[in-house]
């Protein structure tokens, strides 16, 4: 199957690391652009339209961005969004206490990837995983992960193959590539072959979502991310993990609720 390239926008190295791993079998190849991109305030929707028109403006071409939100049904939906920042200023033990004066624990992963061409309305695709909000169990480093139970179990505590066939942001990549499909044959236009929705992802080492080699093509995990990040490789993550140094091919982390891990 030829494959064909879409560029994701994003600053986050654990969601380019899940999104090649679930697109691996589809024929679309991600390449990553590490583009600053100011999100604005507002809903799912418009945060995620703003961000993916900006993202084609800048690049000049057709990306792909998404946002992620978390969202605990006893307080509405929120932090939602904002969960990036509440991440970085209270860490994890911090939303779980969120939820103390509450019973109801439950929360839905959300993940919107829209796809959009410079000058044109971008188009949504989105992804909710049900679950609930728990204490911290589970070597996960990416973002909220070691938080979030999803049928007895947290996303931090599934092997990658498992979080990506459940999860939120495979819900919105299937969608995504099946419309990719239907108007394109597949990946981002051009010529090439068709992408059918990731059925099956390929299992990845979780070590990986902190940046170290992806078992799925054999390459550096910064790879996508180019030179000038990999040579810079400091506080390139999003605020799930700082990346404080890197020595040869190891990377050590710091977490937002205190964690380290080193991998
Ligand atoms: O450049 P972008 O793509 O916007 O990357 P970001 O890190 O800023 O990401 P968001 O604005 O979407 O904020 C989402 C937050 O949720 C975290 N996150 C995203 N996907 C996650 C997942 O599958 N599991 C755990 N945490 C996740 C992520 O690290 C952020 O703290
Ligand atoms: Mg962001």
Not at 101 to 120: H, L, M, N, R
Not at 200 to 215: F, I, L
Request: net charge neutral; proline share 5%; with cysteine.
């Amino acid at each position: 199957m030829s494959s064909r390239t879409l560029f994701f926008v994003t600053s986050n190295p654990g969601k380019l690391a899940e999104a090649k791993a679930i697109l691996s079998a589809s024929g679309v190849n991600l390449e990553s652009k590490n583009v600053e991109i100011t999100e604005i305030q507002g809903t799912i929707e418009e945060i995620t339209r703003d961000k993916a028109k900006r993202a084609a403006e800048q690049i000049g071409g057709p990306v792909i961005v998404e946002d992620t939100c978390l969202c605990f049904d006893a307080l509405k939906g929120l932090p939602g969004p904002y969960v990036k920042h509440f991440l970085k200023e209270i860490g994890t033990r911090g939303l779980t206490n969120m939820l103390a004066a509450y019973d109801d624990k439950t929360a839905q992963a959300v993940c919107t990837f829209a796809y959009c061409e410079p000058g044109s309305e971008p188009i949504l695709f989105e992804g909710r995983t049900k679950g609930k909000v728990v204490r911290a169990r589970g070597e996960g480093s990416f973002g909220w992960d070691p938080i979030f139970e999803y049928e007895g179990s947290t996303y931090a505590e599934m092997d990658s193959y498992q979080k990506n066939k459940i999860s939120h942001r495979f819900k919105a990549l299937q969608k995504l590539t099946a419309w990719l499909e239907e108007k394109h044959g597949g990946g981002s236009g051009g010529s090439g072959g068709s992408a059918p929705p990731p059925a099956a992802p390929k299992p990845v080492d979780r070590r990986n979502m902190g940046g170290h080699d992806t078992s799925s093509d054999g390459g550096s995990f910064f790879d996508g991310f180019g030179e000038e990040v990999k040579s810079r490789a400091i506080n390139i993550a999003g605020d799930g993990m700082g990346i404080r140094k890197a020595a040869g091919r190891e990377w050590q982390f710091d977490s937002p609720d205190g964690g380290r891990g080193k991998y």
